[in-house]
């Protein structure tokens, strides 16, 4: 990296640092504002690493291109769309009670999380990994478990901000698994925008009624169902990631 593009990214890293620190000390009760500084954050963080992306010379910034692997991102939506406890909200167990501006303002949230996630962790990280597992048996399926395990164990830092173990634990079991199989899409589709699509279609919709509303939409079918996609789920993607040969991927990620 040139010394310019060291410059760029040092200050991109230190404005996220600024308004995350501004974000701590301002504490204001407005609800729309940790929304708003999330949005800000995100963003300009989505914008270092398209430049990163573009530098390193990675093919993932292009529209989707979609063959034979074409059901990989549809079953990855099925399964964020899932995350919504749809039996809880129609009988009511569980409900929103946001107006449409705060739901909207939740919606560009999520849509900017997704971004700056898939395009750090999937656009830029997952083609490094795949420089790294180049030669090796399989090196497409070692490549999205090194990049969804760095995805997960970053959420360790949330134990800084007053999350309980228990629930760390759990958002760093989720969070690999979100990242494998948003590594999938990213192999089958040719396109990280695809990819940040799903990631906040499922962010929207496991986080809306904790964040948003109210009531516990897990009831047994709901548990029951979720269980079973994701077990065929994470069979189907993991055969695609065994079957996927590596000059394919290459070809699909990289271009040095």
């Given at each position: 990296?040139?010394?310019?593009?060291?410059?760029?990214?040092?200050?991109a890293?230190?404005?996220?640092?600024l308004?995350?620190?501004?974000?701590?000390?301002?504490?204001?009760?407005?609800?729309?504002?940790?929304m708003?500084?999330?949005?800000?954050?995100?963003?300009?963080?989505?914008?270092?690493?398209?430049?990163?992306?573009?530098?390193?010379?990675y093919?993932?910034?292009?529209?989707?291109?979609?063959?034979?692997?074409?059901?990989?991102?549809?079953?990855?939506?099925?399964?964020?769309?899932?995350n919504?406890?749809?039996?809880?909200?129609?009988?009511?167990?569980?409900?929103?009670?946001?107006?449409?501006?705060?739901?909207?303002?939740?919606?560009?949230?999520?849509?900017?999380?997704?971004?700056?996630?898939?395009?750090?962790?999937?656009?830029?990280?997952?083609?490094y990994?795949?420089?790294?597992?180049?030669?090796?048996?399989h090196s497409?399926?070692?490549?999205?478990?090194l990049?969804s395990?760095?995805?997960?164990?970053?959420?360790?830092?949330n134990?800084?901000?007053?999350?309980?173990?228990g629930?760390?634990?759990?958002?760093?079991?989720?969070?690999?698994l979100?990242?494998?199989?948003?590594?999938?899409v990213?192999?089958?589709?040719?396109?990280?925008?695809?990819?940040?699509?799903?990631h906040?279609?499922?962010?929207?919709?496991?986080?809306?009624?904790?964040?948003?509303?109210?009531?516990?939409?897990?009831?047994?079918?709901?548990?029951?169902?979720t269980?079973?996609?994701?077990?065929?789920a994470?069979?189907?993607?993991?055969?695609?990631?065994?079957?996927?040969?590596?000059?394919?991927?290459?070809?699909?990620?990289i271009?040095?």
């Amino acid at each position: 990296m040139k010394t310019r593009d060291k410059i760029l990214f040092a200050a991109a890293v230190t404005v996220l640092v600024l308004c995350e620190i501004a974000g701590r000390i301002l504490h204001p009760d407005a609800v729309w504002f940790p929304m708003a500084e999330t949005i800000l954050t995100r963003l300009i963080g989505a914008a270092v690493f398209v430049f990163l992306i573009r530098r390193m010379g990675y093919r993932v910034l292009g529209r989707p291109v979609l063959h034979g692997d074409r059901y990989v991102p549809l079953l990855a939506l099925l399964v964020a769309l899932n995350n919504l406890p749809w039996i809880g909200l129609v009988t009511g167990r569980a409900k929103i009670e946001a107006d449409s501006l705060l739901l909207a303002l939740f919606a560009v949230e999520c849509i900017a999380v997704g971004l700056f996630e898939e395009l750090a962790f999937r656009g830029f990280l997952l083609p490094y990994c795949l420089t790294l597992t180049r030669g090796r048996p399989h090196s497409v399926l070692l490549a999205a478990f090194l990049s969804s395990a760095v995805f997960a164990l970053v959420h360790l830092v949330n134990l800084f901000s007053g999350g309980s173990p228990g629930a760390v634990i759990m958002q760093i079991g989720y969070s690999f698994l979100i990242g494998g199989m948003c590594a999938c899409v990213l192999v089958a589709s040719r396109s990280v925008w695809v990819c940040a699509a799903i990631h906040a279609v499922y962010n929207f919709c496991g986080t809306v009624v904790p964040r948003l509303g109210e009531g516990n939409g897990w009831d047994p079918v709901t548990v029951t169902l979720t269980v079973l996609l994701g077990l065929a789920a994470a069979f189907l993607l993991v055969r695609f990631l065994w079957r996927t040969d590596e000059r394919e991927a290459e070809a699909l990620c990289i271009t040095k």
